[in-house]
């Protein structure tokens, strides 16, 4: 079975390779100095929510979230050479009334992209993302930790075809990526949180500490789909779609992850943002609640969303 899915990815591989590539020969629009450009450039925003209740008879909490977020690129161009290079960080904080501080939003993004233009519009690339996060996340009762800094963290390594017809879009296309989720501690790793192997038990069927492995490596093909436009005056949509196939497990099962961004520019200061996020893995386990489970609550793969909706100070620059 393996044999076979590896054998029609080759295949499949080399035809796209062989329809595409002869046709890249003949591109000779761009010169090896025409070229020879650095673009930096970034955005910060700020975000804030309130809320305050006094003899409020129908009830409620009053309540102050923060929300930072922070992208910043720098892109160089030479010739026939591109080097993408981008990094993401959100981090969100909640205060309710009479409850201590609480994270509402963590999350860190880096992405490097090297590509050689083959044609107009395709480019010969490597890429490597990593994403994961900055502080550590408990349960409410804070008796348990639930995730770290590179706990987890997912790296992703491409080789493949980027095609890039304009300014607002990227299509990279990669037959060969390699997937490895690595989890920094070992008490998470034990319990085989995010896919990876758990610790095995003894006769009791208590954990034996220590024996949980802390990466799961995965090879498939990936597909990764950058858009962003301005499709009302100081309105901007971005969205990321990412998609990988495990070659050698379950090749049917496709991990999504979808963000879709809205932007909205008042002036130069101030802005507001809708942020929608959605991941599905078929290999992390969500808790099921027993009303949707059944006589008992479970553990399975779920699709995972996140939406925020804010205003506040933004700032860009070029």
Same mark, same amino acid.
């Given at each position: ?32 100095? +025409?070229?020879? *450009?650095?673009?930096?450039? $970034?955005?910060? #925003?700020?975000?804030?929510? !309130? ?5 409020? &008879? ?111 879009? +990227?299509?990279? *296309?990669?037959?060969?990526? $390699?997937?490895? #989720?690595?989890?920094?501690? !070992? ?5 085989? &949180? ?125």
């Amino acid at each position: 079975m393996i044999t076979s899915i590896l054998k029609n990815t080759l295949y499949a591989s080399v035809l796209f390779f062989l329809a595409v590539v002869p046709s890249f020969g003949q591109d000779n629009s761009v010169s090896p100095d +025409s070229a020879n *450009i650095w673009d930096f450039g $970034g955005t910060g #925003t700020i975000n804030f929510s !309130q809320v305050s209740l006094s003899n409020w &008879a129908a009830g409620g909490q009053s309540s102050v979230s923060v929300l930072g977020i922070a992208n910043v690129h720098a892109n160089y161009a030479q010739g026939h050479h591109t080097w993408d290079n981008a990094l993401d960080i959100t981090y969100g904080t909640l205060k309710l009334e009479n409850q201590r501080l609480r994270k509402s939003d963590d999350k860190l993004e880096l992405n490097t992209k090297y590509g050689h233009r083959a044609s107009e519009d395709w480019f010969y690339s490597a890429q490597v993302n990593l994403k994961t996060q900055l502080t550590s996340t408990y349960t409410a009762s804070r008796d348990t930790i639930l995730s770290d800094f590179l706990a987890p963290a997912f790296v992703l390594a491409s080789l493949g075809m980027d095609y890039k017809p304009n300014d607002k879009l +990227s299509v990279f *296309i990669s037959p060969v990526t $390699g997937k490895f #989720t690595f989890v920094r501690l !070992q008490t998470l790793a034990d319990r085989g &949180a995010f896919g990876v192997e758990p610790a095995e038990r003894n006769a009791a069927g208590e954990i034996i500490p220590g024996t949980g492995e802390r990466l799961r490596k995965e090879f498939g093909g990936y597909v990764n789909v950058r858009y962003r436009e301005e499709i009302l005056k100081n309105v901007i949509f971005q969205s990321k779609l990412d998609l990988f196939s495990n070659y050698l497990q379950n090749p049917e099962n496709i991990d999504v992850n979808w963000e879709n961004l809205i932007n909205f520019k008042v002036n130069k200061l101030i802005s507001a943002s809708l942020f929608v996020h959605m991941i599905y893995d078929d290999d992390i386990n969500i808790i099921i609640p027993a009303s949707e489970a059944g006589a008992s609550a479970k553990k399975g793969p779920r699709l995972q969303v996140k939406e925020t909706l804010g205003i506040g100070i933004s700032y860009s620059f070029q």
